[in-house]
């Protein structure tokens, strides 16, 4: 369960801009998601899908979110983010559990994420709920550094 006093429910209209800050804010880390700076906050803001995104919410600021990206082929793919500073203390498996949810009610039969393999909190977040490793994409993102970082790709049938 997530910390007490955090709220999860789908996200709406006017989540729009926390989620893009969350993300720009993530995204400075370098570490955990593909995306890096600079992230233009307007436009993600606005071009933000808020189909299938459901946001953690504590004294009226979102601290997390998870969004599942619903392909044509009957799989979702899975993403997430907990703001520094809340990790660690069930968010995101109160924002998994919420995803699942939201999958299976979708009707979709699989959700599939990709994840760095350095990312230790990510995948045992992610086996916690049964997905398994299928595969390993190498060199597969090219950071701004340069170097190219692996991906793990996961799945959960549903
Ligand atoms: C990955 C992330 C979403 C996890 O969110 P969180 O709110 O910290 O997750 P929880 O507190 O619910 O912990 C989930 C599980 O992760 C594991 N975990 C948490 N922190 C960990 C750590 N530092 N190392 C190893 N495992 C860890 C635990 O198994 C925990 O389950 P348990 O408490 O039942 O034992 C969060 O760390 C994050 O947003 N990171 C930056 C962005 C990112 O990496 N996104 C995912 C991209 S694939």
Known sequence: MASAGVEIR????????????LLAAVAEERDGIATEPPVDV???????RLDGTIVAVAAG????????EASRFGFGELGMMVADG??????????VAAAIDWARERGLHKVT?????HNDAAIALYRKF????EGR?????????GELWDVIEMGLLL
């Open 10 to 21: 789908p996200a709406d209209d006017s989540d729009r801009r926390a989620i893009a800050t």
């Open 42 to 48: 307007d436009a993600m803001t606005v071009k933000w």
């Open 61 to 68: 600021a979102v601290v997390g979110q998870v969004h599942v």
């Open 86 to 95: 809340w990790r660690g203390r069930g968010v995101g498996t109160a924002l």
């Open 113 to 117: 994420l990709g994840v760095f393999p």
């Open 130 to 133: 049964g997905f398994v490793e």
């Open 137 to 145: 994409l190498t060199n597969h993102i090219r950071r701004a550094s």
